[in-house]
DNA sequence: TTGTAGGCGTTATCAC
DNA sequence: GTGATAACGCCTACAA
C-alpha cells in the first residue's frame, strides 16, 4: 500500500472512515478523545489527505493559472515570487506558463489552463496582443480573471498596475531639473495601457516645464534592447542627437545605451539615459542606469489578493484597479548636464 | 450544470457512461459508429475530461515538481522553458518553487510537493545545501528525482550536468593563449559538483601550460555578484593583482568587473576577465565578458525526460549521468594582452 | 457522537 | 459491442 488513506486509520482503530473524515475537517461534532487519538495515530502512521480526492469532492481544482510574456528578465519572476506566496499559503497550486510575448501562444496558454481546470487566471499580456478575442469570452463568462502590470483597459476586470503616468512624469523632470531640455521617450507598443500613461506622463512633464513636445519627441520603439538599439541608431544616423533618452522599460534603455557607446557618445554628458522597471541590469551596466522601481513582489501580493477575493466571491467591483507606488532610483547615466563653458 | 461529463454525454445520446469513456480511450472495443458519434456530440456539447478524476483513478497526480535555487538570473527560468516543453505536452503539470538558495527552504519545498503527491521531482540544489538528509531519505524510498546543474555527486539519482571540467579547462586555456599568465579562479561553495570540476578544469590548464599553481590560485569567493565584487576589492587591497580572473559564473565575473572599474583599473588591459553559465547580461554589460555558454533549453528537455523515463519505470540505470557540451563565447573582456613594449 | 451510504467524474472488470 | 457496477480517496447528508 503506497499512500496511506483514511481507510486505513479507520481500520487500524475500528472506527469509521466518516468519523476519521471528521476529525480532520473540526466542523462537525465529534468527540474530542476520539478526534484526538485520530488525529495522533494519524500521524503516527504518516497519513497525509489526498489532495486530488479533496480537489474532486470540493468541485475545484486548486489550481491558478499565471501567464506572463517572459520570465528570462527579473521583473516577472520577482512578480511570480509574490504570486506564489500568497497562493501556495492558501493551498493552491500556481501553473506557471509564458506566452513569449506571442498572442497565439497565450491563446494556448489559456487552453491549457482550461484543460487544467483553473479556478483563477492571472495575466500579463504579451506585447503582440491586438487579438484578445479568447480572453474576452473567458470574461464574458464570468470566469475570475485578474491582470497586472500589462493591462488592456477596456477589459472589465480588476487590474493591478503601477501608477505609470506618476513616476513616468517625475522621471522626465528629473532630467529637466538636471539640465536636459531635448528629451526623447522611447516608448512601447500601443496596445498596452502602460505604453500610453508613460507617454502621457513624459510629454506632461515637458508642457509644465515649457518645453516643446512635438511629433518626434515621441518614437514608438518596442519593449527589447534591440528596440532601443535600433531607434537609438537611427537618431544618431539621421543627426536627430537628443540630449537625454527617456525609455519606456530597461531593456530599450540598454540598447540606447549599447548603441550610444558603440558609436563612441558618452553618457550622460553627450546622451543622458533614464529606464523604467529597474530590472537587476540596472545597476550592473556601465553607466548605471537611472531607472523607475515598481514593486514587484508587492504587486504579485495584490494580484494573487484580488484574485482570491473574486474566487471567494467577493467580487469587489469586478473592474477595480489598484495602483502601486514606486520610486525613482537615480544613478550616473542621467547625472547633472554640465554646460560647458562657452 | 457548470462543467459537462460524461455523464451528460451519455444522457444526451442515451448509451451508457461506460461507452462514452471507451469512445476515449480507443484501446477498447466500440463500434465506429458509436465512437465517432459520441466524439462529435462530445465536441459540440463542449465536453473536456475532467483532469483530476483521471488523477484520481489513475493514482498519479500528474503533477512534477521543479526546485531551483532562484529565478532571478536568465539561466533557471531557461532551463524551466526546457523542462515544461516535455512535460506539458505530456500533460503533466508543473509546480516550480525556488528555494531561494537556502537549505531550510528547499527542504519545505520538497514537502510542498510531497503534499501535492507530485510523480518525481527535479532538483537544482541551493548553495548552501549542507545537510541533504530530506532529499537522501526520498531518494531511498524510490522516488523518482533528478538533479541538473547544481548537482551532488554523492547522491545516486540521475544528473544532468554541463562538461564543466572541459569548458574550464578551454577557457582558461583561452586566456593563456590571449597571453594572461597570473590568472586567478573565482570558486563556488564546495558542496557543488561543479565548483570541483571547474577548480579543476582550471588547474589543469594552468599546468599544462607549465603556469604555477599555488594555494592562491583559488580562491573559494561564492556564486554572486558581492562575491565577485568582494573578492576583487581584496586581491586590490592586498596588492596581489592578477593579470585576469576566471570566474565560476557571470554573476561572480561582473562582480569583479564591477570592482575593477570601480578602482578605476582597465579590462582586459590590466586585468582581463571571463565568466561562466552565460547569463544575458554577458552582452550587455561594459565590456561584454566572455563566458562559457551551456545549452540551457537542451538542459531542461534532456532533465525532463530522465525524470518522465524513471517514472515510466524504465529505470536505465539508476545513476545515469548526461553530460551536455557547450560552447566558449569570446569576448572584449579577454582581448589578447597588449604587451607593453619595452 | 458515530456509522451508513451516496456521490464527485473517471476508468476498468465483469456480465450480457 | 454495450451496460451495470465497483473502484479511486474523500466528504457529507441522513440515519442510528
Redesign the pocket.
Known sequence: MR?I???DIAKALN?????V??A??DK????KE?RDLIIETAERMGYK??PI??K??S?RSYNIGVIVPEFINSFFPQVIMGIQKVLIEQKYQVLIMSSNENSETEKENLITMENNMVDGIIISLSCETKNIDYLKQMIDAGFPIVMFNRVNEDLPIPKVVFSDYKWSFFATEHLIENGYRNIIHFSGPKNLSFTINRAKGFADALRKHHLPVSGSSIIESGLFVDDGYRCMQKLIDTGHLPDAVFAVNDPTAIGAIKALKKNGLRIPHDVAVAGFSESSLAELIDPALTSVMQPTFEMGIKTAQLLLQQIKGNEPGRNETIVLNGKLNIRESSARKVIPAV
Open positions: 499512500h488513506t483514511i481507510k472506527v469509521s472512515i466518516s468519523t473524515s471528521r480532520f475537517n462537525y461534532d465529534i468527540r476520539t489527505p489526498n480526492a479533496q474532486l469532492i468541485r
